[in-house]
């Protein structure tokens, strides 16, 4: 790959998440520079989702700093998680089910639309003009994706994994400089996984849009990632290249002990 | 073959994204709009407009006031009456306490109260969900219509806070007979309902869906919950705030805020059950269901029980009526939740492959 990985975006130090008594993350830190494809890997409950709810502000940690772009961020609300251009999927799709394919991923764009409620009543105004901006955008993700056909559909309808890469398409429909993906390969099958991996690397390559990526398919993670974490019973046990993690005593220990 | 989108190809997203995309919908609509302001007028009777008419086109405007609320944005509400009781109040207070003031400009003023007392009692939406907001608004249903009764300012001193409306003058003209009224509540319906649907779809209405069925990611979307829920509140009361004007103006002529009661918000709630959850149309299905179905058994028991020599009273019709009631709401409710809409939905889809089976 010819791409050019840039500085560190995302800085996260001493991270400490606790729920109640449970400690999900215990003092973490990491970084995630521009342009690469970051895993976070580690066994079931190890506190990967956390991770990234840390990342886009639903879950607040006790302790720790983050910093983005250089700059320390104070209290975080999901919301402005996308006005800093940060987008994400989830393990359990999360899709908004009463609506079609089109309106998900038009749902995307949200923050960059300005008209408000009494322009769209009217349909006057930005309320028009932006609609067929912001269709024509959508309409491209849709073709990235190849999705055509489906455009129209309620998703609930659909199978689980075009619903998946539905919601990639949600996700990247804001055009964000960092994508969080919680397991965006779980329960597909063998080419439903490549067309994934795929539009993965595609989107990295074209758009040299971030990833932080959550993935259990070893072969998938050691192919496509630049960096990997592995996360333990919310505790760092390794860090770097896809080789030094292979090969790191602990990871596999963590694995083999896990039942892997 | 009739109702097909075959050969209508869209060759720019303006043309996919009109308000009815379908050629057939369009002329649907049209021929509709027709009728209802020409067809009808010289057709109906005094009686059709003044205890069918305008009833149903008043509550069908409720109804979609409350299918914004809780079909488009996921929030349920016990308290659509009492919204239409601050709207009736307000309308005939601004008629009353401002000099000059437009009807229709203070039909707006009595949505724009309504609102407002909207985003009061849709606070606690912040905070809570489903079965527990629905009490929430229940306390608004009982706590607007024991104001009205408490405070005699608001019905001008009048005993029990019984107010009679003033005249309906629109353009310097009087609106008297049944035909004239109901040009007027069709206009602002028609209006209110077209306004509705560019809403609901538009981001507006795609906010208030992503904040119904999935609020985490909606939020991480970027829409914010709080201002989204609440204007969701506050659009939902203005719709049935106007609808209450209107009942008070177009329709009694006289109210009192006992007539804005819980049972009358059931009465929206059920509308929108059977004709719809979500949808503009199934506000108007519903609507129409729910006061024709009344009528339609009055007439229809003591028919049949005269047909099969049955001594039915006037208590056993409504007590039948009740029990047809609640068979109906089970049925939509377990069956087809989606409503008459829905099921209109379907025959469509079918009506598309007719007469083909596949
Ligand atoms: N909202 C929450 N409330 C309470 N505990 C939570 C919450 N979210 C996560 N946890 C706990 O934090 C720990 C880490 O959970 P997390 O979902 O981050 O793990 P994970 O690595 O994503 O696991 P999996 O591979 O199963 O998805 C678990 O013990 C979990 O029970
Ligand atoms: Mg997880």
């Known amino acids: 790959m010819s791409k050019k990985i840039g500085d560190v975006i995302l800085d996260l130090q001493n991270i400490s998440l606790r729920f109640g008594g449970v400690k999900a993350l215990t003092d973490i830190s990491f970084n995630v520079k521009q342009h690469e494809i970051r895993a976070i890997i580690g066994p079931n409950g190890a506190g990967k989702s956390s991770m990234l709810n840390v990342i886009n502000g639903v879950y607040h940690p006790q302790e720790g700093k983050i910093f983005w772009h250089g700059n320390e961020r104070k209290k975080m609300e999901p919301h402005m998680a996308a006005q800093q251009n940060i987008a994400r999927t989830f393990q359990n799709i999360a899709l908004f089910k009463g609506m079609s394919v089109l309106d998900n991923i038009m749902t995307g764009r949200i923050t960059k639309m300005k008209a408000n409620f009494i322009e769209h009543a009217l349909w006057f105004g930005r309320a028009r003009k932006e609609e067929l901006e912001h269709r024509k955008k959508v309409e491209e993700v849709i073709d990235f994706l190849e999705i055509q056909h489906i455009r129209k559909t309620p998703v609930g309808r659909l199978p689980y994994g075009l619903q998946k890469r539905v919601e990639l398409g949600r996700a990247l429909a804001a055009e964000p400089s960092m994508l969080l993906l919680d397991e965006p390969m779980a329960g597909m099958n063998v080419e439903e996984k490549q067309d994934m991996c795929r539009f993965i690397l595609d989107v990295n390559d074209q758009f040299g849009t971030t990833i932080v990526l959550i993935e259990h398919d070893m072969g998938v993670v050691m192919d496509i990632s630049d960096r990997v974490v592995v996360l333990d019973y919310g505790k760092k046990i390794g860090d770097g290249v896809p080789d030094e993690v292979k090969n790191n005593e602990d990871v596999i220990k963590a694995y083999l002990g896990a039942g892997h | 073959m009739l109702y097909r989108e075959a050969g209508q190809f869209k060759t720019t997203y303006a043309a996919d994204q009109q308000l009815f995309p379908i050629r057939q919908d369009r002329i649907g609509v049209l021929v509709l709009l027709a009728v209802a302001f020409f067809g009808v007028p010289l057709l109906a009777s005094e009686y059709w407009f003044s205890a069918i008419l305008i009833p149903f086109l008043i509550f069908a405007l409720a109804a979609l006031g409350l ?275 829905r099921l209109w939905q379907i025959a469509k889809e079918k009506l598309r492959l007719w007469p083909f089976p596949h």
């Open chain 2, 67 to 341: 299918n914004i609320l809780t079909g488009y944005a996921g929030q349920l509400s016990l308290g659509s009456a009492a919204f239409m009781a601050v709207g009736a109040y307000a309308a005939y207070n601004f008629q009353l306490r401002v000099e000059g003031i437009p009807l229709l400009v203070s039909f707006i003023c009595a949505g724009l109260t309504a609102a407002g007392v909207g985003i009061l009692f849709g606070l606690p939406s912040l905070r809570i969900k489903g079965f527990y907001l629905a009490v929430a608004t229940l306390a608004a249903q009982f706590f607007i219509v024991w104001c009205l009764t408490k405070f005699p300012w608001l019905s001008n001193n009048s005993s029990s806070g019984v107010i009679s409306t003033q005249k309906l003058i629109i353009f310097g003209h009087e609106l008297n007979t049944p035909v004239e009224k109901y040009l007027l509540v069709l206009s602002i319906v028609v209006f209110m309902a077209l306004a509705a649907k560019n809403m609901v779809r538009s981001t507006t209405g795609r906010a208030w869906m992503a904040v119904r069925d999935m609020d985490v990611a909606a939020s991480v979307i970027g829409i914010r919950l709080m201002p989204t829920k609440l204007l969701a509140f506050a659009i939902s009361s203005f719709y049935c705030g106007v609808a209450g004007a209107l009942y008070a103006f177009c329709y009694l002529g006289s109210v009192e805020p006992d007539g804005f009661s819980l049972e009358m918000s059931f009465k929206i709630l059920f509308m929108i059950i059977i004709g719809g959850v979500g949808s503009i149309m199934g506000s108007f299905l519903g609507a129409a269901f729910i006061l024709l179905l009344p009528i339609f058994l009055d007439v229809a028991l003591p028919f049949f029980a005269e047909l099969f020599g049955l001594p039915f009273s006037s208590a056993t019709v409504s007590h039948i009526q009740i029990t047809v009631f609640g068979a109906l709401i089970m049925f939509f409710l377990i069956v087809e939740p989606h409503g008459l809409a």
